[in-house]
C-alpha cells in the first residue's frame, strides 16, 4: 500500500536539498525535468524552478502584462455583513483580514498564520455551521511575488443553508496546514490542489499526486506551465531531451 | 500404508493479498483503478486511484474563450451532458449579471431533468447488473434511448449535446417536442414501476444491498458526499431546493432521503428521484412561457474582473463551478470545478474497508461516479 504517511518535513527538507541538483540539468529545461527522486523532485520544483524564460523563447506569450491579482470588492455600504462573519471578527481577533462580496457571493481573507483557528471557529460556530467544505482549490497569480498563491475553500452549512468562501494567501515554499482533520472531505482536494499547483500540505494523511502520473514533473495548472506539456521540448529536440532523461535516470540510481 | 495427516487452517499461508481492481475492469465503470488488500474474501484496507482519463479540462479551459468552454463541459460527466452545460452557463451568466428569460429557464429545467433520468437509467442498469440482474440493464437502456432521441431532435447530437448558449438556449424546440416529451413522461411512470417490480422486492436485491456500506448523516457532510449517496443516509440536502436555480423555484417536488444510509436507501433513494423527475418535467412542460429565449448578451463575451463560485444539483450531486475572471483576456483566468463524482469516490474506502470483495462493485456502483468527471 503506498499510502504511508509523508513526513511534514519531507516538505521543508526537500525545498532547501533539492536545489544543489540543480545545476546537472541543462537551462532550457530546468522547470519541467529538474531530478532526482519524485518526492526530492517535486520540492525542488516548488524551491529553486525559475519560470521557463529561455523557454518560451519560441512560443512567446500570449499575454499582455498578467494580472497581479483578484480583484476584491469590498462590500457595498449599505450591505449588512452576515451575523458569522461579524462573529468571527470578535472571536478570532485578526482573524479576518479584508471582507469581500461580489455577485452575491461573501469572501473572507484570512491571514496563514491563523487560518486554522479560523477555519475550525467557522465549522463549530453555532451561527456559522460550515459543516460541508464544497471545494478546496487555489488560483494562481505570479506576479504577486511573496504570495502566489490564493487557497479558496467554498464552504456550506447544511444547517443554515448559507455560504462562505475563505481565501488564504501563500507563497510558493511555504508549508499551510491541512484542513484533513477539519473537514475529511479535502483529503482528496489537497491532493489535487498540490498535485496542480505544488503547494504543501502539512498533517496531510497521504500526500502524493493525485491525477497526473506519480513521476509527474512540475505543475500543470501554474501558469508558467505550458499548455502543451513538456512534450514541446521532446518534438522540437529529441537530442536534448535524451539528454535529460539520461541524466534524470543517473539521478535516480545514484 | 500411511494416511497423510491434514492440519486444518495450518495449510495455508495467511498473508494478506494485494489485488489490482482495473483499471480495465467491468464493473469499475470506466477507468478506475482499486487496490485491495484483501484478507481472504474481506477487504482490509482499499487504495483508489484516479487520474487515467485526466485530460486537462480546467487547463484548456483557460485557453479557450468562454462560448468554447461549454463544448468543453460536455466532456465531463458524459451521460448528463445538457448538465454540465446548464451548470457552467449559469456561473457566467451570474459572473455577468445577465437576465435569463423565462422560458429558457424552463427549458433548461427540463433538460436538466431529462438527463437525470436518462443518468439514473444508466446508473439502474449497470448496478443491477454489476449485481447479477441482467435485465434490468436492457429495459433501462431502451428507455434511455426515447431520451436520447428527444435530445437529438431538440439539438442534433445524442451523446455530447453542446446544448446551451451564455444567456438562453440555442435554438428553440422544434414543434410538437412538447408533446413528445409528455408522451415520454406516460411510458416513464409505468417504467419505474416495472424496474421496481424487478428489484425492490426481489430477494436477491435486498441481500446485497442491505447493511451494504452504511454511513451515517454526518459523516457523509464531513467525507463531503452530495446527492443521492447524501440524502440516502437522510440528510436532506438538494441544491435544487437550497438554492435553486433555472426555473425550480416555481416547481412543486419532493426531495427523497433514506433513514439506513446504506446501498439499498441510496437505490431507493434514485429511484423515487425518478417519479420526482417525471413530476417537474410535467410541470414545466405544460407551464411552458412564451417569449424570448436568450437575454441581453453582449456579441464578445468578457465578464469583468471578478470570481464567483455556483453549484447545480446534477444527477450525481452538486456540480461547482469557480470562475475567476481578470476583465482584460477573452478567456477565463481560473476555471475549475467541483466534481460530485470525484467528491463521491472519495467515500468509496471508508465504505468498503470489512466488507467482501463482491460488494465492492456494489459499492462502486451506489456511488454511481463517471470517471469521465472525477479525473476531468
Known amino acids: 500500500m503506498a499510502d504511508e504517511p509523508e513526513t511534514p518535513a519531507s516538505a521543508v527538507d526537500a525545498a532547501t536539498a533539492g536545489k544543489p541538483a540543480e545545476p546537472a540539468v541543462p537551462a532550457t529545461a530546468a522547470p519541467l525535468i529538474p531530478a532526482a527522486k519524485p518526492a526530492a523532485a517535486l520540492g525542488a520544483e516548488a524551491a529553486g524552478a525559475k519560470p521557463p524564460a529561455a523557454k518560451a523563447a ?8 498578467p494580472p497581479s491579482g483578484p480583484t476584491e470588492p469590498p462590500p457595498p455600504a449599505d450591505m449588512a455583513v452576515p451575523a458569522f462573519i461579524t462573529t468571527l471578527q470578535s472571536a478570532v481577533p485578526d482573524g479576518v483580514s479584508q471582507i469581500s462580496y461580489y455577485v452575491g457571493d461573501w469572501t473572507v481573507i484570512v491571514p496563514l498564520t491563523l487560518m486554522t483557528t479560523t477555519l475550525r471557529h467557522l465549522r463549530d460556530a453555532p451561527d456559522a455551521a460550515f459543516d460541508f467544505c464544497s471545494d478546496v482549490t487555489a488560483t494562481d497569480w505570479p506576479p504577486r511575488k511573496e504570495a502566489r498563491f490564493d487557497l479558496v475553500y467554498c464552504l456550506y452549512s447544511t444547517r443554515h443553508r448559507h455560504r462562505v468562501r475563505v481565501k488564504v494567501r501563500v507563497g510558493e515554499h511555504q508549508p499551510v496546514p491541512s484542513v484533513t482533520d477539519i473537514w475529511p472531505a ?23 499526486r493525485i491525477l497526473m502520473p506519480d513521476d509527474w514533473q512540475g505543475f500543470p495548472q501554474r501558469k508558467d506551465y505550458p499548455l502543451e506539456g513538456p512534450g514541446e521540448l521532446l518534438m522540437e529536440n529529441p537530442i536534448d531531451w535524451l539528454k535529460l532523461r539520461q541524466s534524470r535516470d543517473e539521478a535516480d540510481i545514484e | 500404508m500411511e494416511t497423510p495427516t491434514i492440519h486444518h487452517g495450518a495449510m495455508f499461508d495467511t498473508n494478506e493479498l494485494v489485488l489490482n481492481m482495473g483499471p480495465q475492469h467491468p464493473s469499475t465503470h470506466g477507468v478506475l483503478r482499486v487496490v485491495l488488500r484483501l484478507d481472504g474474501e474481506k477487504v482490509v484496507d482499499a487504495d483508489v486511484v484516479i487520474g487515467y482519463l485526466h485530460r486537462g479540462i480546467e487547463k484548456l479551459s483557460e485557453n479557450r474563450n468562454w462560448t468554447q468552454i461549454i463544448l468543453l463541459t460536455d466532456r465531463m460527466d458524459y451521460v448528463a451532458a445538457a448538465t454540465n452545460n446548464v451548470g457552467y452557463c449559469e456561473t457566467v451568466e451570474k459572473l455577468m449579471a445577465i437576465e435569463v428569460p423565462r422560458r429558457a429557464r424552463y427549458v433548461r429545467t427540463i433538460l436538466c431533468e431529462l438527463q437525470r433520468i436518462a443518468s439514473h437509467c444508466l446508473w439502474v442498469g449497470t448496478h443491477a447488473m454489476d449485481i447479477g440482474a441482467m435485465t434490468v440493464f436492457l429495459y433501462a437502456f431502451r428507455e434511455r434511448e426515447l431520451i436520447l432521441d428527444l435530445f437529438e431532435e431538440f439539438c442534433g447530437a445524442r451523446l455530447t449535446y453542446n446544448s446551451m448558449r451564455i444567456g438562453g438556449l440555442p435554438q428553440d424546440l422544434p414543434p410538437g417536442w412538447d408533446k413528445k416529451v409528455l408522451q415520454f413522461c406516460d411510458i416513464m411512470d409505468s417504467k419505474v414501476t416495472e424496474y ?35 440524502r440516502g443516509s437522510g440528510v436532506p440536502r ?16 419532493d426531495v427523497p432521503v433514506g433513514t439506513a444510509g446504506d446501498t439499498y436507501d441510496r437505490y431507493l433513494v434514485r429511484m423515487e428521484e425518478f417519479r420526482q423527475s417525471i413530476r417537474i418535467i410535467r410541470q414545466a412542460t405544460e407551464g411552458i412561457p412564451a417569449g424570448p429565449i436568450v437575454g441581453k448578451v453582449p456579441r464578445l463575451i468578457k465578464p469583468a474582473a471578478g470570481e464567483t ?18 476583465g482584460k483576456s477573452t478567456n477565463p483566468y481560473r476555471f475549475r470545478v467541483r466534481p460530485p463524482s470525484f467528491c463521491n469516490l472519495q467515500g468509496l474506502r471508508p465504505l468498503i474497508k470489512g466488507h467482501l470483495i463482491a460488494d465492492v462493485v456494489a459499492l462502486i456502483g451506489s456511488l454511481d461516479v463517471v470517471l469521465g468527471e472525477v479525473d476531468r
Not at chain 2, 238 to 253: G, I, L, N, S, W
Request: aromatic fraction near 12%.
Open chain 1, 58 to 65: 519560441p512560443h512567446p506569450p500570449p499575454a499582455p502584462a
Open chain 1, 186 to 208: 479535502a483529503n482528496w482536494l489537497e491532493r489535487e490542489v498540490y498535485d496542480m499547483f505544488g503547494v504543501g500540505f502539512t498533517g496531510h494523511p497521504d500526500r502524493r
Open chain 2, 196 to 230: 421496481e417490480e424487478l428489484l425492490t422486492h426481489n430477494r436477491i436485491w435486498r441481500e446485497r444491498t442491505k447493511g451494504i456500506g452504511l454511513i451515517s448523516g454526518a459523516d457523509a457532510v464531513a467525507l463531503g458526499l452530495s446527492g443521492p449517496p447524501l
Open chain 2, 238 to 253: 438538494d441544491v435544487r431546493k437550497d438554492e435553486p436555480y433555472a426555473a425550480y423555484d416555481e416547481m412543486q417536488f
Open chain 2, 309 to 326: 463560485y455556483h453549484a447545480i444539483e446534477s444527477p450525481k450531486g452538486e456540480l461547482g463551478y469557480f470562475i475567476v475572471s481578470d
